[in-house]
T-cell receptor, first 111, second 113 residues
Framework: GQQVMQIPQYQHVQEGEDFTTYCNSS?????IQWYKQRPGGHPVFLIQ?????EVKKQKRLTFQFGEAKKNSSLHITATQTTDVGTYFC???????????FGTGTLLAVQP | NAGVTQTPKFQVLKTGQSMTLQCAQD?????MSWYRQDPGMGLRLIHY???????DQGEVPNGYNVSRSTTEDFPLRLLSAAPSQTSVYFC????????????FGPGTRLTVT
């Protein structure tokens, strides 16, 4: 079935450095969603990308959807300690054609 | 609006015991789902429902039952708990089953000894 691979699994940065997490699929995706989960918390929806090559920004966060709609990235400019958490991508697919989550990237930010 | 609520927050069970994890939402969402989260494995779909009276299996349904008698409630039942079911369980709801933002509850941390 469809899998959504996410890299890296873990990233440790100094506050002020940039951060990027990547999400890859072997099949074409209809859309992709991104979620953030703070330590001890629950996933919170960030954004959904639908169009090929789409780029969306939320303050210091930039989300991209690849031209072939098989990959996506989340880039954070000048990280802050409030960015700490696990970032998940999610896409519809698999045997149930329901939302499948990537394994997530845990971001640690050292002040 | 309370959003999605889950009870209990924490639970410890012995192997073989049964229990029900409660989930409720007050957003009138038709689509509800249950996920389990294990270290390094992301969130995996257990069961889902597209409306009252309709449920279906997700990726990892074995050992779990669900029912959806009302739009608001979607309980998850563990029939005979096993240590492999030790996990954090999240309930989620959304307006529709595709291309729709998922709202997650706070989670239930379950330990089976």
């Amino acid at each position: 079935g469809q899998q959504v691979m996410q890299i890296p699994q873990y990233q440790h940065v100094q506050e002020g450095e940039d951060f990027t997490t990547y999400c890859n699929s072997s099949t074409t995706l209809s859309n992709i969603q991104w979620y953030k989960q703070r330590p001890g918390g629950h996933p919170v929806f960030l954004i959904q990308l639908v169009k090929s090559g789409e780029v969306k920004k939320q303050k210091r966060l930039t989300f991209q959807f690849g031209e072939a709609k098989k990959n996506s990235s989340l880039h954070i400019t000048a990280t802050q300690t409030t960015d700490v958490g696990t970032y998940f991508c999610a896409a519809y697919g698999g045997a149930t054609n329901k939302l499948i989550f990537g394994t997530g990237t845990l971001l640690a930010v050292q002040p | 609006n309370a959003g999605v609520t889950q009870t209990p927050k924490f639970q410890v069970l012995k192997t073989g015991q049964s229990m029900t994890l409660q989930c409720a939402q007050d957003m009138n969402h038709e689509y509800m789902s249950w996920y389990r989260q294990d270290p390094g494995m992301g969130l995996r779909l257990i069961h889902y429902s597209v409306g009252a009276g309709i449920t279906d299996q997700g990726e990892v349904p074995n050992g779990y039952n669900v029912s959806r008698s009302t739009t608001e409630d979607f309980p998850l039942r563990l029939l005979s708990a096993a240590p492999s079911q030790t996990s954090v369980y999240f309930c989620a709801s959304s307006y529709s089953e595709v291309s729709s933002e998922q709202y997650f509850g706070p989670g239930t941390r379950l330990t089976v000894t």
